[in-house]
T-cell receptor, first 112, second 111 residues
């Protein structure tokens, strides 16, 4: 298995632009998680899905952030409009019920 | 609410010495405790885990202990090597979907 796949791996954009991060979970995993990691705030859970349904989005910082999971093999995290304080590494992770969670390689986002 | 506290935030040890990282959880329903290692610029990767029906688990130079009564669990690394230098995260899970992560410990192994 290729593991959790994320794209792009790096993204540099200007303030105000829309950013879309993509994730393909491990096949057979039914839970998907989006995290944000910064030096100041550490590893933050933004939102997670179970069986493609959003379960808890309380970690989403504000309305500029949205996430979707249209099917079991794909999820997106969108930031519109982006701001410099959104600069971070965004990780996607997936797991099968009752088993270990695996992280993707992350997307390094820089908003200028 | 659910919370996992992790200490220390930074830890420096001499190569060959042991390192211990401690975590405390608040949710009594927590029953699964994974530990992740994150090297610089890389993703967090699972290194060891323990379930609540076990008090200790060992894998070569790393071990994890769990005290359910005190709601403590610890990571022990023996004979540390420079490649052990990384950030380590503990987490707790109650069987619901999400993990509650600690704030991380930056371990430096000095050669």
């Amino acid at each position: 298995d290729a593991g959790v796949i994320q794209s792009p791996r790096h993204e540099v954009t200007e303030m105000g632009q829309e950013v879309t991060l993509r994730c393909k979970p491990i096949s057979g995993h039914n839970s998907l998680f989006w995290y944000r990691q910064t030096m100041m705030r550490g590893l933050e859970l933004l939102i997670y899905f179970n069986n493609n349904v959003p379960i808890d989005d309380s970690g989403m910082p504000e309305d500029r952030f949205s996430a979707k999971m249209p099917n079991a093999s794909f999820s997106t995290l969108k930031i519109q409009p982006s701001e410099p304080r959104d600069s971070a590494v965004y990780f996607c992770a997936s797991r099968k019920q009752g088993e270990t969670q695996y992280f993707g390689p992350g997307t390094r986002l820089l908003v200028l | 609410g659910e919370n996992v506290e992790q200490h220390p935030s930074t830890l420096s040890v001499q190569e060959g010495d042991s390192a211990v990282i401690k975590c405390t959880y608040s949710d009594s329903a927590s029953n699964y405790f994974p530990w992740y290692k994150q090297e610089l610029g890389k993703r967090p990767q699972l290194i060891i885990d323990i379930r609540s029906n076990v008090g200790e688990k060992k894998d070569q130079r790393i071990a994890v202990t769990l005290n359910k009564t005190a709601k403590h669990f610890s990571l022990h690394i023996t004979e540390t090597q420079p490649e052990d230098s990384a950030v380590y995260f503990c987490a707790g899970s109650s069987g619901t979907y999400k993990y509650i992560f600690g704030t991380g410990t930056r371990l430096k192994v000095l050669a």
